[in-house]
């Protein structure tokens, strides 16, 4: 592994620590490891496992919790050098959803439930993996989902005599709606489900009405009230996402996260941190294959000498280099300064980063491609997966447009277009 260049960024202690310790552990996960995973879309649960067991899906749980109480920057460490040891971007993903889905839950669970779940999502016992957010007819325009709640009263389900919990459990929320490309169903035990409990035309911004739930998915199935539908996809294949029927799910009153009608608000509260480690996924992807591209442009030999002597190989590499950087620069600095700056300067720079992230992913994996000629397609390089996934970087898990009209909007005061 070529570190050196890729250690730009001054790191204190802890971060040099986690770094060190996440490198550890992917040295176990090899290239071949990886490669299977992908061929045959398997999710990568011996990885998960490890990272698990030794505590890092508790990263951002606070220390009373069992967590390790760590901030954005330690987070982006570890995405970082998950995606650039190897797995690429879908090894991040993989974990991802087990870091910040339980995020929300640290601000605004009750305390009985955070002291219930939080503990054993640290210590891995637990999984919370998914965040059921999108819907058929609500994917960049997510104020637009349809997926409802219906609170219901124990006594007016006590009224129904079919109902012979109505005593015991008290006040329910009926869920019933549809969701798509959601991840790691397969791989969760709890999904934060977000899910209108007022309808759009009854609010007076389309912000309001949408509530946070936590779901048991396994309650789900033993009510009969959860079909799910895996999606067949070309990039991130080993982390499998899913389309989702609710039908007439009950949950327990308890599990309304937060407060009812502020749910969307709740999740922006937490949007910036976690554009950041998304930015540093696709930070390590880039330089996953950068390293990658670097590698083969000094080993073959092309007319007598190294391809790596013609500058039309080193190019590309060079400027994909300047690009990584610049991204990587500029999230770890948002990442640093994230406690003292406003949320719009935050959301300024996390937005810039997570573009300026994906799009050096891109030409980092594009490069690398090309640098392997004809085994730029070859599954044994690998550089064809980190092609696709870089792909990917640029649709989720929000659209580079819509990011460039956040920074249109927000950050250069031009009319929201839109
Ligand atoms: C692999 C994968 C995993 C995912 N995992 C999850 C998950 O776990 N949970 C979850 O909730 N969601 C998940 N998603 C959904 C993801 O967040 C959405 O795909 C994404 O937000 C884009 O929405 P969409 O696909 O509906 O595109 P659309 O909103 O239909 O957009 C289509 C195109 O039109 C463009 N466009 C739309 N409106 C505008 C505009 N006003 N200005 C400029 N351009 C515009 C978009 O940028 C895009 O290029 C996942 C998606 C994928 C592919």
Redesign the pocket.
């Known amino acids: 592994m070529v570190h050196s260049w890729r250690d730009s960024v001054p790191l204190s202690d802890e971060q040099t620590l986690v770094r060190d310790s996440i490198r550890e552990i992917c040295q176990e996960f090899d290239r071949e490891y990886w490669r299977e995973r992908d061929e045959n879309e398997e999710y990568p649960h011996e990885f998960v496992e490890t990272l698990s067991d030794h505590g890092w899906l508790g990263i951002l749980i606070p220390e009373e919790y069992g967590g390790a109480g760590m901030q954005t920057t330690e987070v982006a460490v570890m995405m970082e050098e998950i995606a650039a040891n190897g797995g690429g971007f879908s090894a991040a993903q993989a974990v991802h959803?087990g870091i910040y889905n339980s995020t929300p839950l640290v601000k605004y669970a009750d305390e009985e439930l955070k002291s219930e779940l939080l503990p054993k999502v640290a210590d891995g016992e637990v999984a919370i993996q998914?965040?059921?957010?999108?819907e058929p007819n609500a994917?960049?325009?997510s104020t637009s989902i349809e997926t409802s709640a219906e609170r219901v009263s124990a006594e007016q389900r006590s009224a129904d005599p079919s109902d012979v919990t109505a005593s015991e459990d008290g006040d329910e929320y009926v869920i019933n709606g549809q969701?798509i490309?959601?991840?790691?169903v397969d791989a969760t035990d709890y999904l934060v489900l977000m899910a209108r409990t007022t309808p759009r035309e009854a609010v007076d911004k389309r912000t309001e009405g949408i509530s946070m739930f936590l779901v048991d998915v396994e309650e789900a199935y033993d009510q009969d009230a959860l079909e799910i539908q895996q999606i067949p996809?070309t990039?991130?294949g080993f982390v499998h996402?899913y389309e989702m029927w609710f039908s007439d799910l009950r949950i327990p009153a308890d599990r309304l996260i937060g407060e009812e009608g502020r749910g969307f608000y709740q999740v922006l509260d937490g949007l910036n941190e976690e554009r950041l480690a998304i930015a540093a996924e696709c930070v390590g992807l880039a330089e996953v294959s950068l390293e990658r591209g670097i590698e083969y442009a000094n080993e073959r030999e092309v007319f007598g000498r190294q391809i790596g002597s013609n500058q039309s190989i080193q190019h590309p590499l060079a400027e994909a280099y300047t690009e990584t950087l610049a991204a990587k620069q500029l999230l770890y600095g948002a990442a640093e300064t994230i406690e003292s700056a406003s949320q719009k300067e935050t959301g300024a720079m996390a937005n810039a980063a997570k573009y300026r992230a994906a799009e050096a992913a891109f030409a980092a994996a594009d490069a690398a491609v090309q640098t392997h000629g004809g085994f730029g397609v070859a599954r044994e390089y690998d550089v064809e997966r980190y092609f696709r996934e870089a792909r990917?970087t640029r649709?989720?898990?929000?659209?580079?447009?819509?990011v460039l009209?956040y920074i249109s909007e927000n950050v250069l005061g031009l009319p929201r277009?839109?």
Do not use: E, H, M
């Open positions: 959803g998914s965040f059921g957010l999108t994917g960049s325009d969701k490309w959601i991840s790691r996809k990039a991130s996402s990917l649709i989720v898990p929000i659209t580079q447009q819509l009209n277009s839109y």
